[in-house]
């Protein structure tokens, strides 16, 4: 193997570490704040649910919840968060948005208002995916740990979270001024400057389907990767870069290791850091979840993402090129 191929490689492997490393410290730290005091009066909220929701299965969700439900407004399922709330909304006005099929549990209005009214203007709850043990559904689960303890990690070094999931609390006054770009799509958020904040605590978790098929897993890290490239902030663009780039780069090598023995061991050497780097990023949010057994899953994990980050990363950058996104789907879950 060419000694700049072998540089290449392991410096990509070794940032990746780090950058993973640094992500479990952060999420490790945030998940030991305690949680803010309830406040003296809870503040009307509204729900708006996703495109196609079922309206009247969330109100009843809802009413099992422990809020307040003359405080509680269900949105019509096609409005924005730049409609919810009216004209003029109360200055202590929350909205919430959900994933799409998201299940609601007890505690979540409480613990996203509860977060969004003592530290920031917006706050990034926890997305869980639905995997019933299946063998794709629990690869996208465990990957989605990852993605969690990185916006944990960011969260706490002060970092931006970039596009974060569709589980938000709002402040009225950061609502973003346009609504979604395509029908169905994820609310884009509130402008950068806006505070925001990711709440780790698992009663703000929600649980939502996961993928349908590969093509569909694709078709969601695709709109990430597209929406990080569109982000105002250098960090997210370069998070997600990195992420494509060491993925891109050991497929590559991968695919040459295959004809050229020479390289088989220095690839395989690099699998298993970057297969231990995984474990170290996907650990804590695991953990903290209660999903460890995912775990055993870790190497059809990483080779799975070996082939669909890459893939992903073509789909969102042709995107980009074409100022559009890919319709019917959802960037942030």
């Not at 990746?16 to 009307?44: D, K, M, N, Q, V």
């Not at 993925?247 to 298993?272: D, E, F, G, H, K």
């Not at 969102?316 to 996104?325: H, I, K, Q, V, Y």
Request: aromatic share 4%; glycine share 8%; hydrophobic share 45%.
């Amino acid at each position: 193997m060419p000694s700049v191929v072998l540089t290449t490689l392991f410096v990509l492997v070794g940032a990746y570490a780090l950058g993973a490393g640094a992500a479990a410290l952060g999420f490790g730290a945030i998940r030991r704040r305690s949680l803010p005091s309830a406040p003296t009066e809870w503040p009307p909220v509204t729900v708006v649910p996703r495109q196609g929701a079922d309206a009247a299965r969330l109100r009843d969700a809802l009413e099992s919840c422990e809020y307040p439900m003359d405080r509680v407004e269900v949105a019509r399922p096609d409005a924005s968060t730049a409609k919810a709330g009216g004209s003029a909304p109360a200055s202590d006005h929350v909205i919430l948005t959900l994933p799409p099929g998201a299940e609601v549990p007890p505690g979540w209005p409480r613990s996203m208002v509860r977060q969004c009214r003592a530290d920031a203007s917006v706050v990034v709850g926890p997305t869980l995916v639905e995997h019933d043990d299946l063998f794709l559904p629990r690869l996208e689960a465990l990957q989605h740990m990852g993605r969690l303890t990185r916006l944990g990690g960011a969260a706490h070094l002060g970092l931006p979270i970039g596009p974060g999931t569709a589980n938000r609390a709002l402040d009225a006054d950061a609502r973003p001024s346009a609504p979604p770009s395509s029908e169905g799509s994820a609310p884009r958020g509130p402008s950068s400057s806006a505070p925001s904040t990711f709440s780790p605590a698992p009663q703000a978790a929600v649980t939502r389907p996961a993928a349908g098929s590969f093509v569909d897993l694709l078709r969601r890290q695709a709109e990430r990767f597209h929406h990080a490239l569109r982000s105002p902030s250098r960090f997210v663009q370069a998070q997600a870069v990195g992420l494509w780039g060491v993925n891109a780069v050991l497929l590559a090598c991968s695919a040459i290791a295959v004809a050229l023995p020479a390289w088989r061991q220095p690839i395989l050497v690099a699998l298993l850091g970057k297969m231990g780097a995984d474990v170290l990023l996907t650990l804590p949010a695991a953990s903290h979840f209660g999903e460890r057994r995912l775990l055993r899953s870790i190497v059809a994990t990483v080779l799975m993402l070996m082939v669909s980050i890459p893939l992903a990363g073509g789909w969102a950058l042709m995107t980009s090129l074409r100022e559009g996104s890919p319709a019917g789907t959802t960037a942030e879950v």
